[in-house]
């Protein structure tokens, strides 16, 4: 099984500010990586696909990068509605694995 | 754009059944695999199964191959998961989840709102 580190843990940040979330795939996962918002009470929404794809209707702001075990989202200017928290998942083998996540919060 | 909605969960006790449903609408649901990914109260994300477009290949979670059974029914647009055996780390909100393409890739892009599954005696 793939595991996939996420870090940091918490982000503690303020609107405005450039946000960058680290997923570390414990083998390579070649560019198969994808990255969800989740919000309190919501299911979690698709950002980016196939580590640096952006979704239907996504901002911008939003950007992944890497490839094989290190990957990165960065958020370029943090907007109120950005403070949730984000998940990478695999699909390169089976089973799917999903990082421990990384909550963005408000300083 | 498409749309899922769960229905099914409940409180069941240790060693119980129950089945969850997710009807979808707005897509060309045959052409889709499909997935069950689960999330314990206060926790990260958990994968639970997939199945092909066709139902002929499926996919599970070693925490629950052998008592979940996932499938769908083309027709009627609707994927299922019958639970068995559970356990209380069973406990979750169970999503249903499209994948972007018609195959296993480019991420989950259409969720339901959620099923919440809860066992305890």
């Known amino acids: 099984e793939i595991v996939l580190t996420q870090s940091p843990a918490t982000l503690s940040l303020s609107p405005g500010e450039r946000a960058t979330l680290s997923c570390r795939a414990s083998?390579?996962?070649?560019?198969?990586l994808a990255w969800y918002q989740q919000k309190p009470g919501q299911a979690p929404r698709l950002l980016i696909y196939?580590?640096?794809n952006r979704a239907t209707g996504i901002p911008a702001r939003f950007s992944g990068s890497g490839s094989g075990t290190d990957f990165t989202l960065t958020i370029s200017s943090l907007e109120p509605e950005d403070f949730a928290v984000y998940y990478c998942?695999?699909?390169?083998?089976?089973?799917?694995?999903f990082g421990g996540g990384t909550k963005v919060e408000i300083k | 754009e498409g749309h899922l909605l769960e229905s099914g969960g409940g409180l069941v006790q240790p060693g119980g059944s129950l089945s969850l449903s997710c009807a979808a609408s707005?897509?060309?649901?045959?052409?889709?695999?499909m997935s069950w990914v689960r999330q314990a109260p206060g926790k990260g994300l958990e994968w639970v199964s997939t199945?092909?477009?066709?139902?002929?290949?499926?996919f599970y979670a070693d925490s629950v191959k052998g008592r979940f059974t996932i499938s769908r029914d083309n027709s009627k647009n609707t994927l299922y998961l019958q639970m068995h055996s559970l356990r209380a780390e069973d406990t979750a909100i169970y999503y249903c989840a499209k994948f972007r393409s018609p195959t296993y890739s480019l991420g989950f892009d259409i969720w339901g709102q959620g099923t919440m599954v809860t066992v305890s005696s």
């Open positions: 199945i092909s477009t066709g139902g002929e290949r499926t």
């Open positions: 998942q695999q699909r390169i083998n089976w089973p799917l694995t």
């Open positions: 083998q390579s996962v070649n560019y198969f």
């Open positions: 196939d580590a640096s």
């Open positions: 707005g897509f060309t649901f045959s052409t889709y695999a």
